[in-house]
């Protein structure tokens, strides 16, 4: 087989696998879109906080140790002890269902009805805000993430297409975690949907807000289940992405990735974010090894973009999107 | 009415009061966004040397330091605001620690007569101090930093390069493609092949990248990052098991927090230093005077890593400049002008270090009207697992490569610009 050929297999899986990442971005997006209109701008900041919490529980850093020691002229940074991963991470979705609440209450229960640019801007606001807290609380520098997500190159697929095709495919550990997790996880949110009388309060706010209010289903308590979700999904999403980096202020930046996959997949389907995800994982990768190297390289974050355009053109809501129809 | 007009009165005089006799350090910090890492250690140990003066001697040459401190988020746009914002205040010196900062503050710091101090980073070619007769860029360069390492690596392949594949994994940015030029040259003149490998801002995704490194295999890579780029190429690195001896970054790359994450794995990952590592008596007294006493612009815990030292040692080469000004001019409350002048007359010998309490910090050097950048020289460091070691002296850079390289730079600049040569007569 040419060498181009099976390079070009190994970019194809490494694409395929980068948009199962992008995926777990854009799926926050879709829940919080689907249940309630509200384009959520503040989704890549979530994913930075819910990292920082993680890692800020995980090693008993304590919570706004900066401000109480200038405040008070205290020299506090650590509680002494050091939380065990999977504590660390009931405690960090413990802390995103707060934060629904208190978006719900504070935010969004006062502008139920508002237009949607209202409620976009509003999740704007957010986004600054929870930016700032996050700093506030936990600081900026880099914090080092470990809950034992497995890294590095897959020995096993290395050997095997080394013996099949003579070079051996890079493809990363933690990759492949991030896919079982984002199987798993749509599959979760799938069947918590069907399956639950939560998920059928959702899906009934999702098709029709008032006929859902007409049957006594409480909207509050609804959007308060969906931020809660997009607060996990995004905890899910700076956990694959803070293993790389560290945890760090970048992480609220992959927000930007998401835009071209729910452009792609529509902002209302959850199989459509998996899927624009990959689409725009295996573009970008293939188009970066065959076209990149001509024109200067680095072309990942505006070639999604291009490919989401010409997608637009031929289907404006997306691959699964739901089809508007307006009668005048 | 008669509110208004006291109002109005007080607010005038108070307007019109003399500035405080101090000595204005402007710090276009970025303790904020995607940056904010590698700008809160340099922003401390700036801040925090300049406090140690005041704490320790009373300011430099009994006049008191003050750091006025800007938020830019490491944005080229806030970078100019803040300028803007500070510049009134008597500022002596601009540090922007960014090279799209330093880029839009050359002209206008040469308009306003104001010094524009870029420790390796911005334009390089204002090295030249003929043409940019502002802006000063000692001890070293980006173009010194790319000649350091070649330099380096043909030590290390008994003075052969031939036939080498080098790959540079740049940042997609003014400063990422700095060292292109220089390195195209060097790549000419000794005969190794360059691979240019662009990595978008901010470098959170580098994945395509590192398997076209991992297909063609290069002999070294070369890294150009700042920020996430940097802890990112180090993970990718590791993943797709390349050589981490073979692995170089230059100066921004080089941070304890940029392999921290890695930790073990990171082990034999090298890079650049223009100053040296280690204890020194400073940090003590940092630690006496300013951490202890609550004075610290941070929470001291960065004290003694690579930009904390990197941090102070911009302050210590200002403060000396300071204290040279007020001996020319004979005055203590120096202006920026008297501040440009000492800059260019700069002598960084081992006594001044010493007598700071930072021995062997950085090389020894002299600023002059013709050269503002000092003699380039850089140190190669290596994490060991745990911690950066020092590996080598002090090394050269190649000046026959890189001074036609700033010279021809500088003319265009000049020619652009309209500007004639400022040391024609000297």
């Given at each position: ?328 | ?40 250690p340099f922003a401390d140990g700036y801040a925090d040397y300049m406090?140690l ?42 540090q922007?620690l ?19 101090h870029t420790m390796g980073y ?15 860029n000692y001890p070293a ?110 100066w ?21 230093n223009m100053n040296r590592l280690g204890?020194m008596?400073v940090f003590?007294?940092i ?15 960065n004290l003694g890593n690579v930009l904390y030292t990197r941090g102070m040692y911009a302050a210590f080469l200002a403060a000396e400049a ?24 700069l002598?960084i010998?081992?006594?001044t270090m010493?007598?700071a309490g930072m021995p062997g910090i950085g090389p020894e050097f ?8 000092g003699?380039?020289m850089a140190i ?14 002090f ?32």
């Amino acid at each position: 087989m040419p060498d181009q050929l099976i390079f070009a297999m190994e970019v194809i899986l490494n694409g395929l696998l980068n948009g199962v990442m992008y995926s777990l971005v854009a799926l926050g997006f879709v829940l919080i879109f689907k249940a309630s209109g509200i384009f959520n701008y503040a989704q890549g900041v979530m994913a930075l906080f819910a990292a920082m919490t993680l890692v800020g529980i995980q090693q008993g850093r304590v919570p706004f140790g900066h401000l109480i020691n200038a405040i008070f002229g205290t020299d506090i940074h650590y509680f002494g002890w050091e939380v065990p991963a999977l504590a660390a991470i009931l405690m960090t979705v413990l802390i995103m269902i707060a934060f629904a609440y208190l978006v719900q209450r504070f935010v969004f229960k006062h502008l139920v009805g508002q237009e949607p640019i209202i409620l976009f801007m509003a999740t704007i606001g957010l986004a600054y805000f929870l930016e700032g807290v996050s700093d506030l609380m936990w600081g900026s520098e880099i914090r080092n993430l470990d809950v034992g997500l497995p890294q590095g190159i897959n020995d096993w697929i290395d050997v095997t297409t080394f013996e099949a095709l003579g070079y051996g495919f890079f493809i990363d550990n933690l990759d492949i975690a991030a896919a079982i997790i984002a199987a798993i996880l749509v599959m979760s949110l799938i069947a918590y949907s069907q399956y639950t009388k939560n998920g059928r309060a959702m899906r009934a706010v999702a098709d029709d807000h008032q006929a859902a209010l007409s049957v006594g289903i409480s909207l509050n308590y609804v959007w308060i289940l969906v931020w809660s979700l997009a607060g996990m999904v995004a905890l899910v999403a700076g956990v694959m992405w803070g293993s790389k980096s560290g945890v760090q202020f970048s992480l609220s930046l992959i927000a930007l990735k998401a835009l071209p996959v729910l452009m792609l997949g529509g902002f209302t389907s959850i199989p459509g974010a998996i899927v624009g995800g990959l689409i725009i994982g295996v573009g970008e990768a293939l188009f970066e090894f065959a076209i990149g190297p001509m024109i200067g390289g680095a072309t990942e974050n505006w070639f999604a973009y291009v490919l989401a355009l010409v997608f637009l053109v031929f289907r404006p809501q997306g691959l699964f999107g739901e089809k508007i129809i307006e009668r005048v | 009415m008669k509110k208004l007009t006291i109002l109005a009165l007080t607010s005038a005089m108070v307007a019109g009061t003399p500035a405080m006799a101090d000595l204005v350090f402007p710090s276009l910090s970025y303790r904020t966004g995607p940056y904010a890492a590698g700008g809160i250690p340099f922003a401390d140990g700036y801040a925090d040397y300049m406090t140690l003066l005041n704490q320790r001697d009373g300011g430099i040459g009994g006049v008191e330091t003050r750091v006025v401190e800007c938020e830019t988020a490491y944005n080229t746009e806030r970078g100019v605001e803040c300028y803007e914002s500070t510049r009134g205040e008597g500022a002596l010196v601009y540090q922007p620690l960014s090279t799209g900062i330093t880029y839009q503050l050359i002209p206008r710091t040469t308009v306003d007569g104001i010094p524009l101090h870029t420790m390796g980073y911005g334009r390089t070619s204002a090295a030249n101090g003929n043409i940019f007769s502002h802006t000063f860029n000692y001890p070293a360069n980006y173009w010194d930093a790319a000649s350091v390492i070649i330099n380096q690596l043909l030590e290390e392949n008994d003075g052969s390069l031939e036939g080498q594949t080098i790959a540079l994994l740049y940042h997609n940015s003014a400063y990422g493609r700095e060292p292109i030029r220089t390195l195209q040259t060097l790549a000419e003149q000794e005969g190794f092949t360059l691979t240019e490998i662009a990595v978008d801002h901010p470098g959170q995704e580098q994945g395509n990248q590192w398997l076209q490194i991992r297909r063609e295999r290069p002999d070294y890579v070369v890294m150009w990052g700042w920020g996430v780029m940097n802890q990112v190429a180090v993970q990718e690195a590791i993943n797709t098991r390349y050589p981490m001896e073979n692995f170089i970054g230059n100066w921004w790359s080089g941070s304890d927090h940029d392999v921290e994450q890695a930790g073990a794995d990171a082990a034999g990952y090298r890079s650049l230093n223009m100053n040296r590592l280690g204890d020194m008596p400073v940090f003590a007294e940092i630690q006496e005077h300013v951490i202890d006493a609550g004075l610290a612009a941070g929470d001291g815990s960065n004290l003694g890593n690579v930009l904390y030292t990197r941090g102070m040692y911009a302050a210590f080469l200002a403060a000396e400049a300071a204290a040279l000004a007020q001996e020319m001019s004979g005055e203590s409350e120096i202006t920026p002008a008297h501040m440009r002048d000492a800059m260019e007359a700069l002598v960084i010998d081992a006594e001044t270090m010493e007598a700071a309490g930072m021995p062997g910090i950085g090389p020894e050097f002299a600023v002059s009207c013709e050269d503002h950048g000092g003699t380039g020289m850089a140190i190669m460091q290596q994490w060991d697992g745990e911690q950066w070691v020092t590996l080598t002296d002090f090394i050269a850079p190649d000046d026959s490569v890189t001074q036609p390289l700033v010279l021809e730079d500088s003319a265009q600049y000049a020619e652009e610009n309209g500007i004639e040569p400022q040391c024609a007569e000297s």
